[in-house]
């Protein structure tokens, strides 16, 4: 599988504007090479470098399988949300407390069209029992 995004390069800078120190929209995200048999998607993006362990920024599931490709700010049709470690469902961009951080997008490729999902553990609990594949963007980011 293959993930990548027109806004940075996986190890590269994420621009302010996905964070909280820009507009805190999400960045554009595409892929391709999925594995035969992916029926939706789902998306995390995760700060493991966050001073209490990994920081959930975004979580979503039934991606429909025939899309490949997120746009700036916005989910396609039947995407749902789970509420992250903010405390809401929307994207949360990076808003690093100290020093620079990384921030993993990892989109997962899933043998169903729907997942029944209650809250971020459920999440990756039924992701897991799904997930044909998986790939990472990583990106990085210093308050200035």
Same mark, same amino acid.
């Given at each position: 599988?293959?993930?990548?995004?027109?806004?940075?390069?996986?190890?590269?800078?994420?621009?302010?504007?996905?964070?909280?120190?820009? /507009?805190?929209?999400?960045?554009?995200?595409?892929?391709?090479?999925?594995?035969?048999?992916?029926?939706?998607?789902?998306?995390?993006?995760?700060?493991?470098?966050?001073?209490?362990?990994?920081?959930?920024?975004?979580?979503?599931?039934?991606?429909?399988?025939?899309?490949?490709?997120?746009?700036?700010?916005?989910?396609?049709?039947?995407?749902?949300?789970? /509420?992250?470690?903010?405390?809401? /469902?929307?994207?949360?961009?990076?808003?690093?407390?100290?020093?620079?951080?990384?921030?993993?997008?990892?989109?997962?490729?899933?043998?169903?069209?729907?997942?029944?999902?209650?809250?971020?553990?459920?999440?990756?609990?039924?992701?897991?029992?799904?997930?044909?594949?998986?790939?990472?963007?990583?990106?990085?980011?210093? /308050?200035?």
């Amino acid at each position: 599988m293959i993930l990548k995004s027109k806004n940075f390069e996986d190890g590269g800078s994420i621009p302010s504007e996905f964070t909280c120190d820009g /507009r805190d929209i999400s960045p554009q995200l595409s892929w391709g090479d999925t594995p035969d048999g992916a029926r939706s998607f789902a998306l995390s993006v995760a700060d493991p470098d966050a001073p209490g362990g990994t920081f959930i920024h975004w979580l979503v599931y039934d991606i429909p399988g025939n899309v490949g490709e997120l746009g700036q700010g916005s989910l396609p049709d039947g995407a749902k949300q789970v /509420r992250n470690d903010f405390g809401r /469902r929307e994207y949360g961009g990076p808003c690093p407390p100290s020093g620079t951080h990384r921030y993993v997008f990892t989109l997962y490729a899933l043998d169903t069209e729907h997942l029944e999902v209650a809250n971020k553990d459920d999440f990756f609990e039924k992701v897991k029992q799904h997930a044909l594949g998986k790939v990472e963007l990583m990106g990085l980011y210093k /308050r200035k």
